[in-house]
């Protein structure tokens, strides 16, 4: 996955108040809102890939074993 992740305004903002609000629940001082942007850019153009990829693998695992599931059942 080459392509950067693009998201709306609106997704952006409400990941941004998420993320500020788990700070601020959690941690030991709030995060403002340049911090949490950033933050922001640092997943999506770092781990999300990532996690990306694992979903991929995943679905490959599951549909191959489904896949062989289907070639059982030939006479």
Do not use: C, W
């Amino acid at each position: 996955m080459s392509e950067k992740i693009v998201l709306s305004k609106e997704q952006r903002d409400e990941m941004i108040a998420l993320i500020r609000n788990y700070f601020e629940k959690n941690m030991d001082e709030p995060i403002g809102e340049l911090k949490a942007m950033m933050l922001l850019d640092f997943i999506t153009t770092e781990l999300a890939p990532k996690f990306y990829n694992l979903g991929v693998e995943e679905s490959h695992i599951y549909l191959a074993a489904k896949l062989d599931d289907l070639f059982e059942i030939q006479k």
